[in-house]
DNA sequence: ACAGATG
């Protein structure tokens, strides 16, 4: 396991297939603009109103919408791999009259050969996955448009935004072209060295603007501006740069969310994407603007439709299409704390024998402290990570896990979004989550097991104190 | 409400 950690570090957070086929599910809408979308300058406030929302609201288009059929390559399905999670129909909404064609290679989209070789010698692509097929020219074709579209980790996700800023990138101009804003920093860590490796040959100059290490204060306010050509990072630092005039938008082409509908919903990190995306805004009124998620719901999709620019075009992954039936989800009614603690050591950790990585996600902080104490008091060798730790513990803690020095992990959901490791066969929610939402990227490929305190029926519930109906569910889910 | 990211 531990020769496998320098190739799953980063490459695995598209862990798609690297053949997987352009499906033949797909289906095209008009998307209707009868309404008028204000822009988010409106939104925020109303203090300016570009001059081109006004002049693009007026002219009432009248003229039907033309819809252009992606092209799609039925002999493509052949390379669908077995458990292809692609496979699975997506609905692409485009707006306007600019032609799409669906790339079957990465030829097809006119990629610098240095990110080409990337994209096969780096990260061993062969073609495009089903959604970088259809979103990527969408990001590439002029006028560029901005996009919603949502789209499951292990999809490929990651690559389309980060191919979508290394392409989109003019290597001559060596100030920042492209921003990228994730929720956590891990996510932003992760990120930047998926764009890294893709990247390698394009010679296009890439930094992280996550909170420096917090011991020494005075060095993180004396960080130096940011000259790289691509920017990834967390709101919060992302803004403090931006205020500091450490940050230059001004040649900014490409700002991406994501877990976009994190960072644009109420409860999530609104007001900081907001403001970022005002200020960029305010000096290029042209930039880019991409939102990816696993997940968007209704009032998040509302508002995030009206943020972006009107001619904006849409992918969605229909609802349905989201869990895999492959994917085994358990509850478990454990009446106490102390029969979790239990069922984690006795039935399942103790019992399964292909267990691989298992990360336990908490609800609280104080509740990861407690089980990491529990666990280790029982001789079990654990990592914890939440928000309260160093950002070098955070790091440390990381990396052990993504290089497999580490079997069992307990997160808050610090790392529910976004977070990968192919290695990981379990989940386990300590506490019912409090926002499914969150944890939908792993739920999707792994055993999951809830321990739930009230009688929540489920699909498959094992007793807790049947050890036999904990082998039945373990070798179901090839646990055992 | 709590998690996250910051001032």
């Keep these: 396991m531990a020769g496998a950690t320098e190739a799953s570090a980063s490459a695995e957070t598209d862990s798609v297939t690297p053949a997987s086929a352009v499906g033949s599910n797909i289906e095209l809408e008009n998307k209707p603009q009868t309404e008028e979308i204000k822009r ?8 300016e109103q570009p001059s081109d929302t006004v002049s693009s609201s007026e002219d009432k288009v009248v003229e039907e919408l033309k819809v252009d059929k992606l092209s799609i390559d039925d002999t493509k399905k052949i390379n669908k791999f ?19 064609a669906s790339a079957s290679t990465f030829e097809d989209l006119n990629l610098s050969p240095e990110l080409l070789k990337g994209l096969y010698v780096e990260m061993k692509f062969q073609k495009p996955s089903k959604i970088q097929a259809i979103s990527l020219p969408m990001i590439l074709t002029p006028p560029y448009k901005d996009l919603i579209a ?3 980790n292990g999809s490929g996700k990651t690559t389309c935004f980060v191919l979508g800023m290394l392409s989109r990138v003019n290597p001559d101009v060596k100030r920042p072209q492209a921003l990228c804003i994730c929720p956590t920093r891990e996510l932003s860590i992760q990120n930047l060295e998926v764009l890294q490796k893709m990247g390698k040959y394009t010679g296009i100059s890439s930094e992280c603007a996550v909170p420096m290490e917090s011991a020494n204060n005075d060095r993180s306010r004396s960080r130096p501006p940011i000259f790289a050509q691509v920017v990834i990072g967390s709101p919060g630092t992302i803004k403090r740069l931006m205020s500091q005039k450490k940050l230059s938008v001004i040649d ?3 700002l991406v969310f994501d877990e976009a509908d994190h960072m644009l919903a109420k409860d999530g ?5 907001l403001r970022i995306m005002k200020d960029i805004e305010r000096f290029n009124a042209h930039c880019q ?15 995030v439709s009206r943020i972006v620019k009107k001619d904006h075009n849409q992918l969605f992954v229909k609802k349905e299409e989201l869990s895999l039936d492959s994917v085994k989800q358990y509850k478990v009614y454990c009446p106490d704390e102390m029969v979790k603690i239990l069922v984690i050591k006795d039935r399942i950790l103790e019992l399964g ?5 298992t990360i336990i996600f908490v609800n609280t902080k104080r509740s990861a402290a407690m089980l990491h104490k529990a666990l280790v008091d029982l001789g079990y060798e654990v990592t914890t990570i939440h928000g309260a730790l160093t950002h070098e513990d955070r790091d440390k803690i990381v990396k052990e896990f993504k290089d497999g020095l580490t079997q069992v992990l307990i997160s808050t959901d610090l790392l529910a979004r976004g977070f990968d490791q192919q290695q990981v066969n379990l989940v386990i929610n300590y506490d019912l989550p409090v926002n499914m939402r969150l944890h939908q990227s792993l739920i999707m490929r792994c055993t999951c097991i809830g321990l739930v305190e009230q009688g929540v029926l489920a699909a498959k519930v094992p007793s807790w104190n049947s050890e036999e109906d904990f082998k039945i569910a373990l070798k179901e889910a090839g646990l055992l």
Excluded: C
């Design 269 to 273: 990190f609104q007001d900081d994407s």
């Design 289 to 303: 603007v991409l939102l990816f998620s696993a997940t968007f719901d209704e009032t998040v999709k509302n508002f």
């Design 40 to 47: 988010w300058g409106d939104v925020v406030d109303d203090e």
């Design 150 to 152: 949502q789209a499951h």
């Design 252 to 254: 900014m082409r490409v």
């Design 82 to 100: 077995l458990d292809d999670p692609e496979d699975s129909s997506i609905q692409a909404v485009t707006s306007g009259d600019t032609p799409y």
């Design 353 to 357: 024998e292909n267990l691989g990585q």
